[in-house]
């Protein structure tokens, strides 16, 4: 056993360890300056090959004020809210130290300060590394801080050093932001907002910021807002900072900030660009949007500078010659989104994402979603009856040469051969926007015509949960996946631009996917950042299924909805869309060396309601094979000007051929002997041909490719005996829905 004498020794020598450390801690750590802080870094960002893009940050956007240019209300705001007992407390809060050390060493996150002395030294490091270490720093700080500063010059501190969002660091950039005044010329109720976007301008600015997390939309972010702005409006009342007059006056009206600005650099496709960036960097790696914000990044991006511009200037081209606001008011607020993927990589070399910061567009149309795809969503339909079969063929993959009735106006059945209902239990029908008799057609036939009907029972011969893997598989995210009804398969889900041309690039790829991606490396002041590599490259679907979507595809370009894409004058496979009541309409394309899509639509720019295009760019509707089509076509061709045209592998034929339940039994052509030759040729012939009988130029590398008319795959002759024109301007590109449960976006 120990003597008392040593035990008493160790104690008093642990002891003393803990003072000196503490001593020589407090000794060593320096108050943190207002003005160090101030000196944030932008942000660099640089296009594929190495060369600048843009240098954009805080740098420009942050200037220190003095505590008397400070309003009061403003003072007393971040008090109420954020530390009550601020001018009576030590600066420190011991507690929540001990709680945050305690949560890191159970592994946990750490805690920020909890008072407005450790806020403002958190503030002072541009470092926010969560360790021990940082913590430990910043208790000896907060301790030194609240003894040599005052309490004024600790809250001038902490108000020019905090973040407000949009870029704004300090109050003085916050009210030139927010409201584009000085903050001296704050009012009461102006604090108040500013000092509830201390909590989280992410999720309290009401512009909303969905590029970085989807939770952050306008609406919510309004809801949030104004909850806790009359919060501290109250609490700043109930500790009689402010008196009854002016609380009156001040919660009478909630103060709306100004909209986005454009900042130095920020115009034309760069502010997409950068968006776009920024996004992937705080999806892909620990950097908090503060540490971002605060700048000292290197960013180098996929982006081809050349690709950019030619994708810009085919939108522009194409809105010049077609869209007029100041003619037509049905031209005004059409918007166009669009992005480019290099298949089997995942590569984002180009995007379109609006008119620019610089005309007040802040939304990037090339990520945005809540824009349904229309027909363009048929090819998974197809690729998932080409890998799981449907109901009655027991996992076994049938040929796009299957034939299901093209008629309008049809009954759509469940698997077990019941009507589907409506809520109300009408039966539900599936229109097409034309009533053409298509009869009994091929799915290839009904994918080149874009035809409703067939996709909508072959969804449900499926099943739609299965379309919704081979998609996923190919790319779209979860949360764009519309509710699984028979409308499901002709596109009421609203992908973004970025993930549309990304699982099209799947097809391209002869199956191989991989996730789009923007950023292939990251530094902090020149040292690299973790969680930057490409991403994996996997089969999404069998390679064979994948060729033969490409191979119905560019029937498509060939002789169907999307001919006008011919004019490429390379191999090329692409799909037509539009949707219901005309509110969007797609082309998404491609080539073995890129995907590109296409979206069109006009959204009210008060509450980013779709309106209809109907009448737009003085024609009766907009399709798919129109002018989204002429943008793909004319950047397209100077994407790939002087590259080759490797074509497509072939498809090999999938043999399953299984028709919808009631199409037609072919009758058998008898086998005639000579001695049985009739002794007399019929008086009649047959007094129509039927006009879309495929002709010898149709695209089908096989004989059984083309094989829409009856031959020796089965089934009955099925091609439409009146003349039909085959283009999307046709209207076979779209349908109306019934108006029932099942209503939206349609082919």
Partial sequence: MPSWKLVSGLCLFFLGSIVAAVGVGYAMVGIPSENDAAKSQNNVYYWSNGDQMVATGTGANRQNVTIDQIPKAMQWSVISAENKSFYTDSGVDPMGIARALANMARGGETQGGSTITQQFVKNTYLNQEQTVTRKFKEMFISIKVGTQLSKQQVLQGYLNTSYYGRGAYGIQAAAQTYYGVDAVKLTPSQCAFLAALLKGPTYYDPIGATN???????????????ARWSWILEQMHNDKRITDAEYQTAIKKYPTPQGLKATKGMTGQISYLVDTAKKYVLNHSNISQTEFDQGGYQIYTTFQKDKVNELSAAVKKVQKERIDPKKRDLDKYVQFGAASVVPKDGAIVALYGGDGYENGHFTNNADTSGVPVGSTWKPFVLAAAMQYGTYKTDGVGISPLSKYNGDDHLKVRNQDGTNVL?????????????????????????????????????????????????????????????????????????????????????????GKQADPYSVTAVKHDGQPVSGFTKPAVKQAMPENVANNVTNTLENVIQNGTAKAAKALGRSAAGKTGTTDSNKSAWFVGYTQQLSTSIAMFRENPKDAELLSMNGTAGVASIHGGDIPTAVWTAYMEAALKGKSDPGFPDATKIDKVSNEDGAPTPTPTPVVTPSETPSETPSETP?????????????????????????????????????????????????????????????
């Fill in 212 to 226: 970085i997390d989807p939770a952050a939309d306008a609406k919510s972010n309004t809801a949030r807002s104004k």
């Fill in 422 to 510: 409506n809520k109300d239990n009408s039966i539900f029908y599936q229109n097409n926007e034309s009533n053409y008799p298509w009869g009994y057609i091929t799915l290839r036939k009904a994918m080149e015509q874009s035809i409703n009907t067939p996709f909508v029972q072959l969804g449900m011969d499926v099943g739609n949960s299965k379309v919704r893997d081979v998609a996923k598989a190919s790319g779209i995210l979860d949360d764009s996946f519309a509710t699984l009804n028979p409308s499901f398969a002709i596109g009421t889900s609203t992908p973004s631009a970025i993930r549309m041309a990304d699982a099209y690039a799947t097809f391209a790829a002869s």
């Fill in 687 to 747: 007094s129509e041909t039927p006009s879309s009988t495929p002709s010898a130029t149709e695209s089908c590398r096989f004989s059984w490719q083309c094989n829409d008319n009856g031959g020796t795959d089965g089934g009955a002759t099925s091609t439409p005996t009146d003349t039909a024109t085959a283009t999307e301007t046709s209207g076979t590109d779209r349908g109306n829905q019934n108006g029932g449960i099942f209503g939206g976006s349609t082919g």
